[in-house]
């Protein structure tokens, strides 16, 4: 397989699994039975007051059996973590400059460090074992963070690679950075329902925004590939 294929093939990879992860949340916010931290008679899933996570334990806040809900969200993360990771396999093959390479290469190690988080989150449920859980929740987006910000000055550091790519990352950057202020020093979740809206709200801005990041990315990348005549 040469390069471009390979390149070209991760990147369709990664747009399809942000995609499918979309439509596979959605199916199970549908069929999650119901409760939240502070209210477990609450009917169905409450956007503003589940977590993702929530979709993923093996029995609702209700004490309902979770079993179709869990099982589209561990398959949606885990096609995310595993797609994320071959498209920062192949990222640094896409930049020439020597010193965006290297810095892409920075991103990559951290991007590839959250997409294995993401597959520790699909695979260790919040109700089963809480602690690996929110490791692995903080890890992916510091991890994804870091990874954003050098892929920014990867951008920046390669010439004719267009500067509203680097821009779009900068922005994400900064929503991301207030997530994670909020996700280890805001007030915790189980205090009260307006801790918990604040965090569960957090989270889904940053996830949703994120899946937008990266199909806008996916199609510079594409782009990029195509007029550097890689």
Known sequence: MNTRLLQRSAILFALFSALLFFVLSSWA??????????DRATEGYSFWYNYFSDLGR???????????????????LITVGV??????????????????????????????????????????????????????????FIAFLIMSLFYTLSIL?????????????A???LLLGMQVMIMLF???AWTSPGALLLQASAQK??????????????????RWISWSGQ
């Open 29 to 38: 916010m549908a069929e999650y039975p119901g409760g939240t931290i502070h």
């Open 186 to 188: 805001g007030p915790r």
């Open 157 to 169: 550091s390669e010439p004719g690679y267009p500067k509203h790519y680097a821009r779009a990352f």
């Open 171 to 173: 922005v994400f950057s």
């Open 83 to 140: 797609s994320l990771g071959a498209y920062f396999l192949v990222l640094p093959t896409i930049f020439r400059k020597a010193e965006a390479r290297f810095l892409a290469v920075i991103a990559s190690i951290m991007g590839l460090f959250a997409a294995a988080s993401y597959i520790g989150i699909a695979l260790n449920p919040l109700n089963v074992d809480y602690r690996m859980h929110t490791l692995f929740v903080r890890a992916g």
């Open 205 to 222: 801005v940053v996830v949703y925004a994120e899946m937008v990041c990266m199909v806008y990315q996916g199609v510079g990348a594409w």
């Open 58 to 76: 093996t029995r609702s806040w209700s004490g309902a059996p979770n079993g179709l809900s869990s099982r589209l969200f561990e398959a949606g």
